[in-house]
């Protein structure tokens, strides 16, 4: 971990694009999909998972969701259901209407807010596996109002029994209309061209290993896509008021995600430093994950001092964090200052796991320094929009000579003519 000055520092981690090999595979895996449909994803699905199904096997049937809801504990079915009211509350508040403008020469000028057909959400198997990002991924699909989401997963997400029953009961509970026993760029390559059994989608959604991630880039512009996610990061921004019990304990919950992940502390105060570098110590050593989190501390973690909450504020900005915790004495004081951050934790009662499991904006952030430019997933991400222009005769009349001095002095003499051909024969 490096513990020191702030200036020069610079977190480096390298965007995973893949090796050629691994590009090759997923482009042959997607061609092959979208050139033989059901027969490559079978054999895929053979190949990759060791599970030799039929194409009527495919899809999960009611029985198999409603069994799912007997495996899993009521305090976790409880829980779920909360969350997902949280976030649907919150994301509620996002939504936004068709709007129309209507001048008083006649012209009308808008735009129309329509949610997607079909959307469809990769959910990993293995350690990767969790049901809040099933919420998160469709709750806003939701919201929006998408009708139909579909829900691809490894067939045994679940080990031998299967796919796991807290996935399927979480896709259930959030409103999933289709969920399918299928993984990797197969499956991908599956919502985005079609197949006999799983019908195209317009985005797809969802965390994935490098395979899914290639998959997912190989096949935009087919479809859309949320992003090519990078690993958690969390940068906490402290002065003397703050716990460092607390500040180390949110940095090894982002450090235990991953051997990538970032955990990074930025204060002016020494002593603090020096306070929160001996918690990790202590505090990793009875974590059950404690090789990823040393790991990850080691290769990305950093305690930065710095001169000033002020310089600190420059420091998170330049850093982007996925997450950033404000533990300072009066932490509002800072937020409009702080302009590069995909969701911001304000005092010490405001621990990231809130924003991961239960407040309701949502946890799908900008990772790898994107949230200079990127943001949560919302509802807009579920939204295409579609302009509005219903020009009146008297507003042409008085904005021709404009438009075709535009489209002449572009070389587009169709484009003028277009607009003077309904000039002709008015009235002087």
């Known amino acids: ?164 029953p807290y996935i399927l009961v979480a896709a259930a509970e959030a409103g999933v209309t289709e969920m399918y026993r299928v993984g990797g760029a197969q499956a991908v390559a599956a919502l985005a061209y079609g197949t006999a059994s799983i019908p195209a989608v317009d985005k797809i959604c969802g965390p994935g290993n490098i395979y899914v991630a290639l998959a997912k880039r190989a096949v935009f512009g087919a479809v859309d896509i949320d992003s090519i996610a990078g690993p958690s990061e969390i940068a906490v ?37 020096e306070a929160v570098a001996a918690e990790l110590d202590r505090q990793v050593a009875t974590l059950p994950r404690a090789d990823i989190a040393r790991k990850s501390l080691e290769q990305y973690g950093a305690i930065l001092v710095v001169d000033s909450l002020s310089e600190g504020v420059e420091v998170v900005n330049q850093l982007a964090p996925e997450h950033l915790e404000v533990m300072t004495e009066e932490p509002m004081e800072l937020l409009g200052r702080i302009e590069t951050a995909g969701a911001i934790f304000l005092g010490p009662y405001s621990s990231e796991p809130v924003g991961d499991y239960f407040a309701g904006p949502n946890h799908i952030l900008p990772t790898n320094g994107t949230a200079r430019f990127s943001s949560p997933l919302n509802v807009d991400d579920f939204m295409k929009k579609s302009s509005l222009i219903r020009y009146s005769k008297e507003a042409l009349l008085r904005d021709a000579a404009g438009i075709a001095a535009l489209a002449r002095h572009e070389g587009l003499e169709g484009h003028a003519r277009a607009v003077e051909i309904r000039l002709e024969g008015r009235e002087s």
């Open 237 to 273: 921004l402290a002065d003397d008021s703050a716990d460092p019990r607390y500040i180390a304990a949110d940095m090894l919950s982002q450090a235990e995600h991953d051997e990538m992940a970032s955990a990074v502390l930025v204060t002016p105060s020494q002593a603090l430093a």
């Open 1 to 164: 971990m490096y513990i020191g000055k702030a200036e020069g520092f610079k977190l480096d981690r390298k965007v995973e694009y893949g090796t050629p090999e691994q590009n090759e595979a997923v482009k042959r895996i997607v061609e092959a999909v979208a050139r033989e449909g059901d027969e490559a994803l079978l054999r895929y699905t053979a190949a990759f998972d060791k599970a030799s199904l039929t194409a009527g096997q495919l899809r999960v049937t009611e029985e198999e969701i409603q069994g799912a809801y007997a495996k899993v504990e009521p305090e976790f079915l409880e829980a779920l259901r909360q969350a997902a009211a949280n976030i649907t509350a919150f994301h509620e508040k996002q939504k936004r209407n068709t709007w129309v403008d209507l001048q008083p020469d006649g012209t009308m000028l808008g735009m129309v807010h329509r949610p997607l057909r079909r959307v469809g959400l990769y959910v990993p198997g293995g350690k990767a596996a969790y049901p809040s990002s099933v919420l998160m991924n469709v709750l806003p699909a939701k919201v929006a109002g998408v009708p139909e989401i579909a829900l691809v997963t490894p067939p045994a997400t679940g080990g031998r029994e299967g796919i796991d």
